[in-house]
């Protein structure tokens, strides 16, 4: 039975769906003024990740993420780069798919936007105005706070704090000119400088508030009431608890059973990001490692817990990704050898599937699933040097199929793949220098036309051949043996 952490209870409980066998997910996605970082990517390869366990167990899950694609900080990069909102989202949208796509992050079901749905949003702020939890001021419409009493349940925090401003991030401004009715109100329709973009409404031309857009978005997606709700755990206050106030005013009903949090990338102790400038972007990082050091880094540490960032932690994740695809290429290298039968419908073995299962049924615990994954790669391991140095095995080919068919199918859950190419590199056959050369311009050439997924299996078939590739600022590669 499959337990999870609720952030609203704080506690774990079993995870019970309103539906039999469905699941209705929704995830804070990203707001698009820039590349995504290795803390977006966490929150990614998490949330996508329980998707294909949820998958896996036997759910059928729609599962939404929007993109935050009116915001000031868009706003202020299309003004620098004298273009418009839609130009820079669009761009960095189209860079988010490449970036997620090479890290294996399987697509929503479906991506709303904000720009798409200002209709769903002016009408659920309607709702609000006409239920008396919004009302109008100057231009603006803010939610009123003291009108929904469970306001605070999902962090803990009082309204008598917001109100001494205790938060740090509520701004008392508007409160002080007069324009707010408490300090903790929120917008959720902002008025527009006449040459900002904006849409018309009956409250003027303006844009939606942040927090606005999500509940609409899983009002119009998911209805009103979803299982899981998923975010980083930096959204909790205010934009979660924001959410539930806007969504739970006016149903009634709770907006989601279950609200689960991802702990935060950090370096040196501090969250990465943009605006403290230390961060690392995830294109920056695939220059350097692996798609699937990456996922394996993040998927090692408990998704609740902080994650320190630092090139030593990846040159440590660089060697365990080295054991783990050691064992997922054993069936390629010795399969013919050993005659496996590749049958696609070959049983798991039970024993570790079911220790597998445990972990990962304990609030998502894939640390300790991939601790069953490394044991089967360390066994598949020693066989291959069994296999090198005598020629021979003591075991028999049918066993050690079905321990490589459960480590890949198993991996593959985990979104961890070290698939075998079309590529015609022969394992450890050593290369000559032109052939490594040839290789590195066909990957310089996906890699211009951003076919990341054929520039990666370059690199990581060189990487097989001990051959590390080294991207250089002026935009040449140079390659050494390791
Ligand atoms: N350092 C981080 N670690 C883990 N998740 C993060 C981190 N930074 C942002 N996220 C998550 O990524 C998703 C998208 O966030 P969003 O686009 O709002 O980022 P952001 O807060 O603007 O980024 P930044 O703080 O770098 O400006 C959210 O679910 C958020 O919780
Ligand atoms: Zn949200």
């Known amino acids: 039975m499959l337990v999870i952490y609720n952030t609203l209870t704080r506690t774990k409980e079993p ?26 990517a966490r929150t990614c390869i998490i949330w996508d990740t ?16 929007n993109f935050t694609d009116v915001d000031d900080k868009i706003l202020s990069r299309a003004i620098k780069e004298k273009t418009t909102m839609e ?11 490449e970036d997620m796509e090479r890290l294996n992050v399987k697509k929503a079901s479906v991506y709303p936007r904000v720009t798409h749905i200002i209709d769903d949003i002016q009408n659920l702020i309607g709702e609000l105005e006409k239920s008396g939890h919004a009302y109008l001021s100057e231009g603006d419409v803010y939610f009123d706070i003291k009108s929904y009493k469970d306001y605070g349940k999902l962090s803990g925090r009082k309204l008598e704090d917001l109100k001494a401003g205790a938060s740090g991030r509520v701004s008392l401004e508007d409160f002080q000119k007069n324009k707010k ?13 006449p040459t900002e973009k904006s849409w018309d409404s009956k409250w003027g031309k303006g844009r939606p508030g942040w927090h606005i857009e999500c509940s609409a978005m899983i009002k119009k997606e998911l209805g009103e009431t979803i299982d899981l709700h998923v975010g980083g755990s930096d959204l909790i206050f205010p934009h979660h608890e ?72 990846l040159v440590a994740a660089t060697n365990s990704w080295q054991t783990l695809s050691d064992g997922l290429l054993f069936g390629y290298q010795y399969g013919e050898k050993l005659n496996f039968k590749n049958n696609p419908a070959t049983e ?53 199929e079905t321990q490589w068919h459960t480590l890949k199918s198993l991996a593959k859950l985990l979104g961890l793949e070290a698939n075998q190419t079309t590529l015609k590199i022969e394992l450890f056959k050593k290369l000559t220098d032109e052939e490594i050369d040839e290789l590195v311009k066909k990957r310089k050439i996906a890699k211009n ?16 051949n001990n051959i590390t590739l080294l991207d250089m600022s002026d935009g040449s590669t140079v390659w050494h043996y390791d």
């Open 15 to 40: 995870f019970i769906t309103l539906e039999e066998a469905r699941v209705k997910m929704y995830c804070c996605g990203i707001t698009t003024y820039d590349f995504c970082h290795l803390g977006h």
């Open 50 to 65: 329980v998707r294909n366990y949820l998958e896996w167990i036997g759910y059928e899950v729609k599962y939404v993420q």
């Open 87 to 97: 130009e820079v989202s669009n761009k960095f949208i189209n860079a988010y798919f």
């Open 181 to 193: 009715r408490d300090p903790a109100d929120f917008a959720v329709w902002k008025k527009a400088k």
């Open 242 to 313: 924001n959410e539930i106030a806007q969504s739970e005013a006016i149903t009634g009903k709770e907006l989601s059973r279950y609200w689960s949090h991802n702990g935060m990338v950090k370096v040196d102790g501090e969250k990465m990001s943009k605006s403290l400038g230390n961060f690392t972007t995830i294109r920056e990082l695939l220059d350097q490692f692996e798609p699937m050091v990456v996922r394996l880094f993040i998927l090692q540490t408990h998704y609740r817990n902080p994650l320190d960032f630092s090139h030593n932690s």
């Open 348 to 400: 798991l073995l039970p024993d570790l599937v079911n220790r597998f299962k445990k972990a990962i049924n304990d609030d998502f615990n894939f640390a300790g699933g991939l601790a069953v994954l490394f044991e089967i790669a360390k066994n598949l391991r020693k066989e291959s040097n069994v296999l090198t140095h005598t020629g021979v095995t003591t075991l028999s080919s049918n066993f050690l």
């Open 449 to 464: 036309a951003k076919q990341y997924k054929e520039s990666d299996l370059i690199r990581d078939k060189l990487k097989e």
